[in-house]
Protein backbone atom coordinates (compact mmCIF):
# COMPACT_ATOMS: atom_id res chain seq x y z
CA UNK A 1 0.00 0.00 0.00
CA UNK A 2 1.11 3.68 -0.45
CA UNK A 3 1.90 5.71 2.93
CA UNK A 4 3.50 8.46 3.54
CA UNK A 5 5.93 7.91 5.81
CA UNK A 6 8.91 9.82 7.65
CA UNK A 7 12.20 8.20 9.05
CA UNK A 8 13.53 11.54 11.01
CA UNK A 9 12.01 14.52 12.63
CA UNK A 10 12.48 17.48 9.82
CA UNK A 11 10.49 19.99 7.84
CA UNK A 12 7.91 18.84 5.54
CA UNK A 13 9.88 17.15 2.85
CA UNK A 14 10.74 14.45 5.30
CA UNK A 15 7.55 13.00 4.68
CA UNK A 16 7.85 10.87 1.13
CA UNK A 17 5.09 8.48 -0.23
CA UNK A 18 6.18 5.23 -0.10
CA UNK A 19 4.95 1.68 -0.82
CA UNK A 20 4.93 -0.59 2.64
CA UNK A 21 3.32 -3.79 3.34
CA UNK A 22 -0.43 -3.45 3.71
CA UNK A 23 -1.48 -4.56 7.36
CA UNK A 24 -3.18 -7.72 8.18
CA UNK A 25 -6.16 -7.65 11.27
CA UNK A 26 -5.56 -9.41 14.30
CA UNK A 27 -8.38 -11.19 15.63
CA UNK A 28 -10.21 -8.44 17.36
CA UNK A 29 -9.80 -5.68 14.76
CA UNK A 30 -11.08 -4.42 11.32
CA UNK A 31 -8.78 -3.34 8.02
CA UNK A 32 -10.25 -0.35 6.50
CA UNK A 33 -9.77 0.88 3.56
CA UNK A 34 -8.92 4.52 3.93
CA UNK A 35 -10.95 7.46 1.61
CA UNK A 36 -10.10 10.46 3.24
CA UNK A 37 -7.86 11.75 6.25
CA UNK A 38 -6.83 15.24 7.71
CA UNK A 39 -4.28 17.34 8.80
CA UNK A 40 -4.49 18.12 12.07
CA UNK A 41 -2.82 20.83 14.41
CA UNK A 42 -0.37 18.52 16.26
CA UNK A 43 0.63 16.76 13.03
CA UNK A 44 3.31 19.28 12.16
CA UNK A 45 5.06 18.86 15.85
CA UNK A 46 5.09 15.60 15.80
CA UNK A 47 6.57 15.80 12.31
CA UNK A 48 9.16 18.20 13.13
CA UNK A 49 10.60 17.62 16.77
CA UNK A 50 11.16 14.48 19.36
CA UNK A 51 8.00 14.49 21.80
CA UNK A 52 4.79 12.88 21.71
CA UNK A 53 6.01 10.51 18.89
CA UNK A 54 9.52 9.37 19.56
CA UNK A 55 12.92 11.13 21.05
CA UNK A 56 16.02 10.24 18.72
CA UNK A 57 13.57 9.54 15.74
CA UNK A 58 10.00 8.79 15.36
CA UNK A 59 7.86 5.97 16.98
CA UNK A 60 5.49 5.56 14.55
CA UNK A 61 6.61 6.52 11.23
CA UNK A 62 2.79 7.16 9.38
CA UNK A 63 1.21 9.99 11.15
CA UNK A 64 -2.26 10.85 11.10
CA UNK A 65 -5.36 10.23 13.44
CA UNK A 66 -8.64 11.07 11.71
CA UNK A 67 -10.11 8.84 8.92
CA UNK A 68 -13.05 7.70 7.19
CA UNK A 69 -13.36 4.24 5.26
CA UNK A 70 -14.62 1.47 4.35
CA UNK A 71 -14.35 -2.03 5.96
CA UNK A 72 -11.99 -4.61 3.77
CA UNK A 73 -11.54 -7.21 6.19
CA UNK A 74 -12.52 -7.90 9.57
CA UNK A 75 -10.88 -10.88 12.17
CA UNK A 76 -12.64 -13.63 13.33
CA UNK A 77 -13.97 -12.41 16.79
CA UNK A 78 -15.38 -9.36 15.22
CA UNK A 79 -19.10 -8.66 15.62
CA UNK A 80 -19.99 -4.99 15.29
CA UNK A 81 -18.65 -4.26 12.03
CA UNK A 82 -18.47 -6.12 8.38
CA UNK A 83 -16.50 -5.96 4.91
CA UNK A 84 -18.53 -2.79 2.96
CA UNK A 85 -19.47 -0.97 6.13
CA UNK A 86 -18.62 2.71 6.24
CA UNK A 87 -17.18 3.70 8.67
CA UNK A 88 -15.35 7.23 10.38
CA UNK A 89 -13.34 7.41 13.20
CA UNK A 90 -10.03 8.11 15.71
CA UNK A 91 -6.70 6.04 15.95
CA UNK A 92 -5.63 8.41 18.33
CA UNK A 93 -1.69 8.27 19.20
CA UNK A 94 -1.66 4.62 16.84
CA UNK A 95 -1.93 7.30 14.45
CA UNK A 96 -0.95 5.84 10.60
CA UNK A 97 -3.85 7.40 8.47
CA UNK A 98 -1.94 9.22 6.26
CA UNK A 99 -2.09 5.71 4.29
CA UNK A 100 -3.88 3.57 1.76
CA UNK A 101 -5.01 0.90 4.69
CA UNK A 102 -5.23 0.60 8.46
CA UNK A 103 -6.27 -1.83 11.44
CA UNK A 104 -7.91 -0.29 14.17
CA UNK A 105 -9.45 -2.52 16.97
CA UNK A 106 -13.04 -3.30 17.07
CA UNK A 107 -13.57 -1.62 20.12
CA UNK A 108 -11.59 1.73 19.24
CA UNK A 109 -12.79 5.34 18.24
CA UNK A 110 -14.44 3.91 15.29
CA UNK A 111 -18.27 3.88 14.52
CA UNK A 112 -20.91 3.50 10.96
CA UNK A 113 -20.26 7.10 9.25
CA UNK A 114 -23.25 9.76 8.63
CA UNK A 115 -25.04 8.23 5.56
CA UNK A 116 -25.37 12.12 4.42
CA UNK A 117 -21.61 12.60 4.31
CA UNK A 118 -19.02 12.36 1.99
CA UNK A 119 -15.81 10.49 3.24
CA UNK A 120 -13.76 13.98 3.05
CA UNK A 121 -16.69 15.44 5.74
CA UNK A 122 -16.75 12.61 7.64
CA UNK A 123 -13.05 12.74 8.47
CA UNK A 124 -13.16 15.74 8.80
CA UNK A 125 -15.86 16.06 11.30
CA UNK A 126 -14.02 13.77 13.88
CA UNK A 127 -11.31 16.12 15.03
CA UNK A 128 -13.03 19.41 15.50
CA UNK A 129 -16.53 17.75 16.66
CA UNK A 130 -14.79 15.54 19.61
CA UNK A 131 -12.92 18.31 21.00
CA UNK A 132 -16.00 20.59 20.87
CA UNK A 133 -18.52 18.05 22.20
CA UNK A 134 -17.04 17.14 25.41
CA UNK A 135 -16.03 20.56 26.44
CA UNK A 136 -19.69 21.84 25.96
CA UNK A 137 -21.42 18.69 27.07
CA UNK A 138 -19.33 17.32 30.40
CA UNK A 139 -17.31 20.71 30.80
CA UNK A 140 -19.98 23.63 30.48
CA UNK A 141 -22.68 21.44 30.99
CA UNK A 142 -24.29 23.28 28.16
CA UNK A 143 -28.33 23.96 28.55
CA UNK A 144 -31.12 25.63 26.57
CA UNK A 145 -31.31 29.10 26.98
CA UNK A 146 -28.15 29.56 28.00
CA UNK A 147 -25.96 32.29 26.16
CA UNK A 148 -22.43 31.33 24.70
CA UNK A 149 -19.53 33.25 23.56
CA UNK A 150 -17.44 31.17 21.42
CA UNK A 151 -14.01 32.75 20.39
CA UNK A 152 -12.16 31.45 17.35
CA UNK A 153 -15.75 30.81 15.58
CA UNK A 154 -14.71 29.69 12.59
CA UNK A 155 -12.34 27.48 12.86
CA UNK A 156 -12.16 23.46 13.36
CA UNK A 157 -13.24 23.11 16.57
CA UNK A 158 -15.31 26.64 17.19
CA UNK A 159 -16.96 25.67 13.84
CA UNK A 160 -18.12 22.60 15.13
CA UNK A 161 -18.76 24.28 18.56
CA UNK A 162 -21.19 26.95 17.16
CA UNK A 163 -23.33 23.53 15.82
CA UNK A 164 -23.25 21.64 18.66
CA UNK A 165 -24.53 24.77 20.80
CA UNK A 166 -27.24 25.04 18.78
CA UNK A 167 -28.06 21.96 19.02
CA UNK A 168 -28.13 22.07 22.59
CA UNK A 169 -30.42 25.01 22.44
CA UNK A 170 -28.19 27.75 23.61
CA UNK A 171 -27.49 31.36 21.97
CA UNK A 172 -24.44 31.78 20.39
CA UNK A 173 -22.46 34.46 20.29
CA UNK A 174 -19.39 33.88 17.61
CA UNK A 175 -16.07 35.43 17.36
CA UNK A 176 -14.22 35.90 14.11
CA UNK A 177 -12.32 38.07 11.15
CA UNK A 178 -13.50 39.67 8.65
CA UNK A 179 -13.59 37.19 6.11
CA UNK A 180 -15.05 34.65 8.28
CA UNK A 181 -18.48 36.63 9.80
CA UNK A 182 -20.49 34.94 6.48
CA UNK A 183 -19.70 31.49 7.26
CA UNK A 184 -20.05 31.64 10.70
CA UNK A 185 -23.45 33.40 10.70
CA UNK A 186 -24.19 30.26 8.34
CA UNK A 187 -23.20 27.92 10.98
CA UNK A 188 -26.28 29.26 12.94
CA UNK A 189 -24.47 31.42 14.77
CA UNK A 190 -26.59 34.34 16.66
CA UNK A 191 -24.50 37.47 16.76
CA UNK A 192 -21.29 37.64 15.35
CA UNK A 193 -18.10 39.81 16.37
CA UNK A 194 -15.52 40.62 14.21
CA UNK A 195 -12.32 41.03 16.18
CA UNK A 196 -10.48 42.79 13.78
CA UNK A 197 -12.92 45.82 14.70
CA UNK A 198 -13.76 44.90 18.12
CA UNK A 199 -12.42 43.61 21.48
CA UNK A 200 -15.10 41.43 22.72
CA UNK A 201 -13.46 41.45 26.11
CA UNK A 202 -14.29 45.49 26.40
CA UNK A 203 -17.61 45.02 24.58
CA UNK A 204 -19.98 44.24 27.29
CA UNK A 205 -22.46 41.45 27.95
CA UNK A 206 -23.10 38.45 30.13
CA UNK A 207 -22.29 34.74 28.69
CA UNK A 208 -23.19 31.75 30.73
CA UNK A 209 -20.09 30.19 28.86
CA UNK A 210 -16.90 31.57 27.37
CA UNK A 211 -15.21 28.94 25.22
CA UNK A 212 -11.64 30.43 23.80
CA UNK A 213 -11.13 27.98 21.49
CA UNK A 214 -8.47 30.49 19.90
CA UNK A 215 -6.13 30.38 22.93
CA UNK A 216 -5.96 34.27 22.10
CA UNK A 217 -7.39 36.06 25.42
CA UNK A 218 -7.41 35.22 29.20
CA UNK A 219 -10.02 33.83 32.06
CA UNK A 220 -8.60 37.56 33.61
CA UNK A 221 -9.60 39.30 30.51
CA UNK A 222 -13.31 37.77 30.00
CA UNK A 223 -14.04 37.55 33.88
CA UNK A 224 -15.91 40.80 33.77
CA UNK A 225 -18.16 39.14 30.60
CA UNK A 226 -18.52 35.86 32.82
CA UNK A 227 -22.63 35.51 34.87
CA UNK A 228 -21.51 34.78 38.86
CA UNK A 229 -22.18 30.64 37.65
CA UNK A 230 -20.89 31.26 34.49
CA UNK A 231 -17.51 28.64 32.74
CA UNK A 232 -14.95 29.34 31.42
CA UNK A 233 -13.39 26.56 28.94
CA UNK A 234 -10.00 26.50 27.30
CA UNK A 235 -8.24 24.51 25.15
CA UNK A 236 -4.66 25.81 25.82
CA UNK A 237 -3.54 24.72 29.48
CA UNK A 238 -1.58 26.96 30.15
CA UNK A 239 0.15 28.27 33.87
CA UNK A 240 -2.33 30.63 34.06
CA UNK A 241 -5.60 28.81 33.17
CA UNK A 242 -4.02 25.76 35.31
CA UNK A 243 -3.97 28.25 38.19
CA UNK A 244 -7.56 29.34 37.66
CA UNK A 245 -8.99 26.24 37.31
CA UNK A 246 -7.82 24.93 40.55
CA UNK A 247 -8.88 28.04 42.29
CA UNK A 248 -12.15 28.22 41.29
CA UNK A 249 -12.46 24.55 41.68
CA UNK A 250 -11.52 24.48 45.81
CA UNK A 251 -13.21 27.77 46.74
CA UNK A 252 -16.76 26.62 46.09
CA UNK A 253 -19.66 28.19 43.89
CA UNK A 254 -19.08 30.92 41.52
CA UNK A 255 -17.64 31.23 38.40
CA UNK A 256 -15.12 28.31 36.77
CA UNK A 257 -12.05 27.88 34.77
CA UNK A 258 -12.17 24.28 33.30
CA UNK A 259 -9.88 22.73 30.75
CA UNK A 260 -10.00 18.97 29.40
CA UNK A 261 -7.46 17.17 27.49
CA UNK A 262 -10.45 15.79 25.30
CA UNK A 263 -7.50 13.86 23.35
CA UNK A 264 -6.77 11.57 26.13
CA UNK A 265 -10.39 10.26 26.56
CA UNK A 266 -11.02 6.32 26.25
CA UNK A 267 -11.57 4.83 22.68
CA UNK A 268 -15.30 3.88 24.22
CA UNK A 269 -16.12 7.28 24.99
CA UNK A 270 -14.77 8.88 21.46
CA UNK A 271 -16.49 5.84 20.34
CA UNK A 272 -19.84 6.34 21.90
CA UNK A 273 -19.54 10.01 20.66
CA UNK A 274 -19.12 9.35 16.97
CA UNK A 275 -22.46 7.63 17.10
CA UNK A 276 -24.06 10.64 18.48
CA UNK A 277 -22.30 12.96 16.03
CA UNK A 278 -23.50 10.77 13.16
CA UNK A 279 -26.89 10.92 14.83
CA UNK A 280 -27.23 14.75 14.88
CA UNK A 281 -25.44 14.98 11.47
CA UNK A 282 -28.08 12.84 9.63
CA UNK A 283 -30.41 15.57 11.30
CA UNK A 284 -28.81 18.07 9.42
CA UNK A 285 -27.51 20.04 12.47
CA UNK A 286 -24.02 19.45 12.46
CA UNK A 287 -21.81 19.87 9.04
CA UNK A 288 -17.80 20.27 9.20
CA UNK A 289 -16.01 23.24 7.55
CA UNK A 290 -13.18 22.12 5.36
CA UNK A 291 -10.65 24.55 4.32
CA UNK A 292 -8.70 22.42 1.46
CA UNK A 293 -8.49 19.33 0.49
CA UNK A 294 -4.93 17.44 -0.72
CA UNK A 295 -4.16 14.37 -2.64
CA UNK A 296 -2.31 12.05 -0.23
CA UNK A 297 0.81 12.13 -2.39
CA UNK A 298 1.00 16.42 -1.81
CA UNK A 299 1.40 15.94 1.91
CA UNK A 300 4.13 18.05 2.31
CA UNK A 301 2.33 20.95 0.79
CA UNK A 302 -0.57 20.05 3.06
CA UNK A 303 2.08 20.03 5.90
CA UNK A 304 3.79 23.62 4.61
CA UNK A 305 -0.35 25.32 4.21
CA UNK A 306 -1.37 24.20 7.74
CA UNK A 307 1.97 25.64 9.35
CA UNK A 308 1.29 28.81 7.00
CA UNK A 309 -1.03 30.34 9.31
CA UNK A 310 -3.72 30.01 6.90
CA UNK A 311 -5.78 27.45 7.26
CA UNK A 312 -9.67 28.65 8.03
CA UNK A 313 -11.34 24.83 8.62
CA UNK A 314 -10.49 21.55 8.29
CA UNK A 315 -7.15 20.67 5.97
CA UNK A 316 -8.30 17.06 4.42
CA UNK A 317 -6.28 14.81 3.03
CA UNK A 318 -7.86 12.50 -0.27
CA UNK A 319 -6.55 8.95 -0.70
CA UNK A 320 -8.65 6.87 -2.34
CA UNK A 321 -11.92 7.85 -4.35
CA UNK A 322 -15.22 7.92 -3.42
Do not use: W
Amino acid sequence: MKAAVYKKFGPPEVLEIREVETPRPADNEVLIRIHAATVEKEDPGMRKSPGLNGILKPKRTILGMELSGEIEAVGREVNRFKPGDLVYGNAGMKLGTYAEYICIPEDGALALKPSNLSHREAAALTNGSLTALPFLRDQAELRAGQRILINGASGTVGSAAVQIAKYYGAQVTGVCRTANLEAVKALGADEIIDYTAEDFTRRGGRYDVIFDVAGKTSYARCKSLLNPDGVYLATVPTPSILFHMLRTRLFGSGRKVRFAATGLRSADKKAADLHFLKKIAEEGKLRPRIDRSFRLEEIAEAHRYLESGAKNGTVVIEIAAG
